[in-house]
């Protein structure tokens, strides 16, 4: 491993480190041929840094937006699909003849119509579009009608005839790991999907240095995403226009990841990647749920094949609970040792994730829940024992906070614990603990920019801590925890060197600048983002920025919407596509204007010469946006005639005239037009080769250009009869790095405080036998409106030296910091430590009967919340003497608990 | 998930209602009537109901609306929306639980729609019940419907699902009478008769019946009334226990005094005992704590919802305890 010297050196030679105060001083334009990333730092943006609405903000507000399920096309039929009603079975045989009778059935399509498998990761192809030859959950996927209406297909698929053979099933995956016949996937012993093991320093040397060591295991229970939108695919054929029969394969679809879907139907479909176009309309909300492709993707694809003609499915609730991907239910034994100054001196954790029944991202989250005990404090020792286990339920995937989350939940919890120990302030052994950037962990994680000690100071400071901290009437009580996330992952899913984000930008005589970027807007704001970062990089108002997103066929690739790389790295390519535009309209211009490239401002839609250059009043500072220059000709320089620039007018005007002071943006632009022929501009990013992570296996996920930070504070109060948990507010600062639309990250600050608030109290998959009890958004319980808290963002900018103008991740970074703040926030209140999230009110009364050693009732079906040995099924009885689904004899629900006989009073 | 095939049936006055209950009600199966559609509709797009006809009781004007009858008490049209109630004047003035517990029911957009009489119908619930057909194939069905076995209480042979209506619980507090209007006649019943105790066919309504009004007698007006709600979000959830009280004081003391709950068995219930153990006591924390154990006792939750069915029966000792104390102005 390199010497962390070695490491900034070799940064130094890549990028500028700046300290901000000089960085600050910095103007806009630096003279530089090459584009890098950070030349246009100043303190004086138009655009970035301000608050501005959403591009797409009037089509969401007023309706005329088109999400997945709001199209339509001529001859479109609608698909719906057959799920299993057993967790674990093999398919001896599907008839579906029956159904294809059915007047109104175009086409039923089954696994062998599309037999080859996939999955998002390279290592995890173990998926079917429809199961092939085993169903592996209740909820797979068997079969697809494609009828003129849902009424016909829903009718339909209750004539599909399917037979099965029953298998054993695995629901619990500690159960799971000791299975040696009946395997969910044949090749994965013991049903473990992947489990690694890394030990980075000396761990027992560390513990061996502790003054106190806490041990305990922690649960969090399963949680999804809940998006807005349910999962919705249009799928379509053109006709070739030579031979007739079906061509290109058109797919309009929900997804964050446009790029891998269109990867994936090539795989399955059998087609060239260039036959196939993926276009995202607006999407409703991802969180993680629409990040890998879903099956219903492609079982429209193969559906509109068979049928020739267009197939739409928008899944239900309760399908997309099946579909899935969510956060797994997650088993953390951890241990840390603490110096009675509060020096962390190792870190070891074993984790087994509750995978489901297929790999998904598993692989990456197993191994993020390992990376990131790094980057945040500076822990010298860690050991990681990380179990991915598949078991048979539906699938676990990417959640925001991508598998950080639940070990961030242990390990702030019992950072706690141990700070209460020592007898330390919870915030000051934080404080004591901070990394020393620019720095490379134990595990090979370089840190630069840093904002965590000002994240813990601000909320601290914000929220009253060192007035208000144990002395707040009973009940009520305050917590601290952090949290960090990647900045996208310095790695993509495909290893390659190949750019992760490709921008285009196109000018054209009209003025207008295209962008074609390929990031893909789920709600979250990326269009905006791009605007904003061409408009500020060329000098023009937004209103001139077009954006075309997220089109295979129109835009460049940009590997997706996850990982919290989309700002960062997208952001990139688009302020390199801007700073190639604007350095062929400064060639230009500055011929028109007698003076160097380099000594031209562009701002709001104006290009002129720099401070201490002879310009317009001599002062060369740019107009506030929108302001014409007083007794300016510029309109009529340009001259407009219905929009469009007179490019003849305005070329007789340039021979009537001297050198210009100044030009207008068109003006520019036609000069530069004139000059170059063609005006259009690309940039792409890939991240450096030193953020790209250590040597051993399993290192490549963790590692990121850039990590954001986070800490939090929360105000809780728990009723002590009922267990109830009321979080009256949240102070939650984040380091993005800079905000480029500050209104926006402080939406997904609180959006990340009120999600964490949603799996720390409420939001839970409760689970029987392998079926999901609650399938829809009535008993799966999102917080209302009526229980969110005030939440205080404070955004602090640490100003990364390679994020664009500085800036990282918003979106995720936050989430993992509230279970923690809330759990140390009870603990403060009532003095009882939870160590299963959600804390219901039923977890939490245990908890708090068990301390004042009232009599014991079974609040939580066995489970002690302070100290759970394994997680907890919902009560009653699947099976009962013959009673119920058929299932194996061997499975888990045939097994009669003593409290399943409760009869009829 | 889409609606089964049916047909609709619009009567503009109760007259047509009969003629259309009359010619189409042989049996439940046949025809469900719908009023504000908040329960029926997600049930048939589960298939929980496939009837024949859906007979829609929106354009009666005749059902709606609260009108005092000067010294007999107050008159109910049972498509009376729960959002009207909740805003009602005099309700708010004279039977306050009422307006209380309305005010609970669901989210603001749901009680625009769902009306008092459709709360004390609503369908018993039950996490093995108030599923998809996909996902009840997946159990095995269950008792209620199409299935052979209750999941809650295997041993048995009855149904445990728990009847979620708020309201039930306040009316029965306030001596609750209906009307109860038919092809064959009318009749007027206590609200505590309305129901059987059984899960899977809880209501004692024929299917030609409608239930038409709700009365509360002026006996019944002006005593302090409390309803307390267990429910893991603020709005939108059903109740997992509801207990509602009502107090007449006189003196320092209980004159009068109704305790029921709802959530926790199939039926709402009136808890025996509470009137006795209030009436002519000071209330102090025993007393209502006293109260609270006799409440418990009477709740029967089983694991038809999310929390467990000990934290159910424990908050209806606790929220009992604390409506009392709040009804008795303690």
């Given at each position: 491993m390199r010497s962390k010297r070695e490491w900034r050196r070799r940064g130094e030679t890549k990028f500028l480190v700046i300290p901000s105060a000089a960085r600050n001083l910095l103007l806009c334009f630096a003279n530089d041929e090459r584009p890098t990333t950070n030349d246009d730092f100043m303190t004086d943006f138009s655009i970035i840094g301000k608050s501005i609405a959403m591009v797409d903000a009037a089509g969401k507000t007023t309706g005329s937006g088109k999400y997945t399920d709001d199209l339509s096309v001529p001859g479109m039929l609608i698909g719906k699909i057959l799920h299993s009603p057993y967790p674990h079975a093999r398919i001896k045989r599907i008839d579906t003849s029956r159904a294809e009778k059915l007047d109104g059935v175009v086409t039923v399509v089954v696994g062998s119509d599309a037999p080859n498998p996939y999955g998002i990761l390279p290592v995890g192809h173990d998926e079917y579009a429809l199961a092939l030859d085993k169903v592996r959950y209740v909820g797979d996927n068997v079969a697809c009608v494609a009828a003129v209406d849902e009424f016909t297909a829903e009718r339909a698929l209750e004539l599909i005839d399917v037979e099965y053979e029953l298998l054993p099933a695995y629901f619990d995956p500690e159960d799971s790991m000791k299975a040696e016949t009946n395997l969910i996937h044949d090749n994965k012993p013991n049903n473990i999907e992947k489990d690694y093991h890394h030990v980075f320093g000396d761990p027992e040397k560390g513990f061996a240095e502790a003054d106190r060591i806490a041990e305990a295991r922690f649960i969090a229970n399963e949680v999804t995403h809940a998006a807005m939108e349910p999962h919705s695919t249009l799928a379509a054929f053109e006709i070739d226009p030579q031979t007739g029969n079906p061509g290109r394969l058109i797919v309009q679809s929900s997804t964050q990841v446009p790029y891998y879907l269109q990867h994936k139907l090539s795989l399955v479909l059998e087609m060239q990647m260039s036959q196939i176009r993926v276009i995202k309309p607006l999407v409703g909300g991802g969180f993680g749920g629409k990040s890998e492709v879903i099956p219903l993707e492609i079982i429209a694809a193969i559906a509109a094949r068979k049928a020739k003609a267009p197939v739409k499915i928008t899944y239900t609730r309760e399908e997309v609970f099946w579909a899935h991907r969510g956060r797994p239910r997650t088993i953390v034994d951890l241990k840390t040792g603490v110096k009675n100054d509060g020096s962390i001196t190792a870190v070891k954790a074993r984790v087994v994730q509750d995978g489901g029944a297929y790999c998904s991202y598993g692989v990456v989250t197993i191994l993020y829940s390992g990376a990131l005990l790094g980057a945040l404090y500076d822990i010298p020792n860690i050991q990681y024992d990380g179990y991915r286990v598949l078991t048979n339920k539906p699938v676990c995937g990417a959640m925001r906070g991508h598998g950080t989350v639940n070990v961030r939940f242990a390990f702030e919890t019992q950072l706690d614990e141990l700070a209460a120990a020592i007898g330390m302030d919870p915030a000051e052994i934080r404080q004591h603990n901070l990394l020393k950037p620019p720095c490379v962990t134990v595990n090979g994680l370089r840190v630069q920019s840093y904002g965590l000690p000002e994240c813990i100071e601000k909320v601290v400071e914000r929220s009253g801590w060192r007035q208000r901290k144990g002395k707040m009437p009973r009940g009520r009580g305050l917590g601290v925890a952090c949290s960090h996330y990647v900045s996208g992952a310095a790695n993509s899913i495909i290893r390659s060197d190949m750019p992760h984000s490709t921008v285009n930008i196109k000018i054209d005589r009209d003025g207008g600048v295209v962008v074609y970027t390929g990031a893909s807007d789920i709600g979250q704001g990326s269009d905006t983002m791009v605007a904003q970062i061409t408009a500020e990089t060329l000098g023009c108002t937004i209103a001139r920025v077009r954006v075309i997103a997220a089109d295979t066929d129109l835009t460049p690739i940009d590997i997706g919407s996850y990982s919290s790389r989309v700002t960062f790295m997208n952001g990139n390519a688009t302020l390199r596509a801007a700073q190639d535009v604007k350095k062929q309209i400064a060639t230009a211009a500055a011929r028109k204007m007698n003076c160097e490239p380099g000594d031209l401002i562009f701002r709001s839609d104006v290009v002129s010469k720099k401070n201490g250059l002879q310009g317009p009043r001599g002062d060369g500072r740019p107009r506030p946006s929108g302001q014409a220059e007083p007794g300016s000709a510029s309109p009529s320089v340009s001259g407009h005639v219905e929009g469009q620039i007179l490019r003849g007018s305005l070329q007789q005007k340039r021979k009537d005239e001297?050198?210009?002071?100044q030009l207008s943006f068109e003006e520019a632009v036609v000069a530069a037009i004139d000059f170059h022929g063609a005006l259009s501009g690309t940039g792409s990013y890939a991240p450096p080769l030193d953020a790209r992570g250590g040597k051993h296996k399993g290192a490549g996920v963790g590692p990121s250009p850039a990590y954001s930070y986070s800490a939090q504070v929360a105000e809780v109060s728990v009723d002590e009869e009922t267990g109830e948990v009321t979080v009256h507010k949240v102070w939650a600062s984040h380091d993005c790095g800079r905000a480029l639309n500050p209104v926006s990250v402080e939406g997904q600050i609180i959006g990340s405080v009120w999600m964490g608030m949603g799996q720390a109290l409420t939001e839970e998959m409760v689970w029987k036998d392998g079926m999901l009890m609650n399938p829809g958004l009535l008993e799966y319980r999102s917080p209302s409106s009526v229980e969110s808290p005030e939440v205080e963002a404070i955004i602090v900018e640490s100003i990364d030296p390679e994020g664009p103008f500085g800036a990282k991740e918003c979106s995720e970074g936050s989430l993992a910091a509230t279970i923690p703040a809330i759990s140390n926030a009870i603990y403060d209140a009532v003095g009882v430590r939870l160590h299963e999230c959600p804390f219901t009110p039923e977890r939490v009364l245990a908890a708090l009967r068990a301390k004042n050693n009232a009599k014991r009732i079974n609040l939580t079906e066995g489970v002690d919340p302070t100290s759970p040995a394994r997680f907890r099924e919902h009560g009653g009885s699947l099976w009962y003497r013959g009673k119920g689904p058929e299932r194996h004899p061997l499975d888990p629900s045939r097994t009669e608990t003593p409290a399943a006989v409760a009869g009829d009073d | 998930m889409s609606l089964p095939d049916f047909k609709l049936l619009r009567p503009r006055s109760l007259d047509e209602a009969l003629d259309n209950l009359a010619k189409h009600a042989k049996s439940s199966a046949r025809l469900r009537i719908v009023a504000g559609g908040t329960d029926l509709i997600p049930s048939m797009r589960q298939k929980l109901f496939e009837p024949e006809y859906v007979l829609d009781l929106r354009h009666i004007s005749e059902l709606s609306g609260i009108r005092e009858r000067k010294g007999s008490g107050v008159e109910i049209g049972a498509l009376t929306s729960l959002t009207a109630i909740e805003h009602s004047d005099v309700l708010r003035r004279r039977y306050s639980v009422l307006t209380e517990a309305a005010a609970t029911v669901a989210s603001p957009v749901l009680r625009n729609m769902g009306t008092i009489g459709g709360n004390i119908c609503l369908d018993t619930r039950c996490l093995w019940y108030n599923q998809s057909l996909t996902w009840r194939k997946g159990c095995g069905f269950c008792i209620k419907k199409d299935?052979?076995?209750?999941?809650?209480?295997?041993?048995?042979?009855?149904c445990w699902a728990a009847f979620s209506g708020d309201t039930p619980a306040a009316l029965l507090c306030l001596n609750a009478e209906v009307e109860i209007v038919s092809p064959r006649g009318k009749r007027r019943i206590a609200l505590h008769e309305f129901y059987t105790g059984l899960g899977d066919d809880h209501r004692k309504l024929q299917p030609d019946e409608l239930l038409t009004r709700v009365f509360l007698r002026e006996t019944a007006a002006d005593y302090r009334g409390v309803y307390r709600k267990l429910r893991v979000r603020g709005s939108i959830d059903y109740p997992l226990a509801g207990v509602a009280v009502v107090i007449k004081r006189s003196n320092g003391h209980v004159a009068d005094a109704r305790v029921a709950i709802t959530a926790v068995n199939p039926a709402p219930l009136v808890v025996k005992g509470a009137t006795e153990a209030l009436n002519g006591k000071a209330v102090d924390d025993a007393v209502a704590d006293a109260v609270g154990v006799l409440a418990a006792k009477t709740a029967k939750p089983l694991t038809t919802s999310a929390l467990t069915p000990e934290y159910r029966r424990e908050m209806i000792r606790v929220f009992t305890k604390r409506a009392v104390l709040a009804a008795a102005g303690n």
């Open positions: 001297g050198p210009k002071e | 299935g052979d076995l209750c999941h809650v209480a295997p041993g048995g042979t009855k």
